[in-house]
């Protein structure tokens, strides 16, 4: 659908950092939240962390204190910041943005996923 573009993943080897870039690609009038949802094989997607437009952020326990998320909520870019990384943070990460248009209505946008692997 390429509403959001991803980049940054990538293999790192453990204790190593990388950071994910997400970019709204499609015509923004307000959003609501941004965020990076993860999926690892066999396991559901899961919230890693996310930021709303008055700069609010929420993490998972498992990345708090070793993940940052920030971004712009004006300009729909939303960035993940991820050091000490750990082989149990390897899967497909995903940008997520909740947008509201001028009518109200909400509608959701996710990434096309960028793979993270962290192995020696």
């Known amino acids: 659908q390429g509403q959001l573009v991803e980049s940054g993943g990538g293999l790192v080897q453990p204790g190593g950092s990388l950071r994910l870039s997400c970019a709204a690609s499609?015509?923004?009038?307000?959003?609501?939240?941004m965020g990076w949802y993860r999926q690892a094989p066999g396991k559901q997607r899961e919230l890693v962390a996310a930021i709303t437009s008055s700069g609010n952020t929420n993490y998972a326990d498992s990345v708090k204190g070793r993940f940052t998320v920030s971004g712009d909520s004006a300009k729909g870019t939303v960035y993940l910041q991820m050091n000490s990384l750990k082989p149990e943070d390897t899967a497909v990460y995903y940008c997520?943005?909740?947008?509201?248009?001028?009518?109200?209505?909400?509608?959701?946008?996710w990434g096309q996923g960028t793979q993270v692997t962290v192995s020696s």
């Open positions: 997520n943005q909740v947008h509201r248009n001028q009518l109200g209505q909400l509608s959701q946008f």
């Open positions: 499609t015509k923004i009038f307000r959003i609501l939240t």
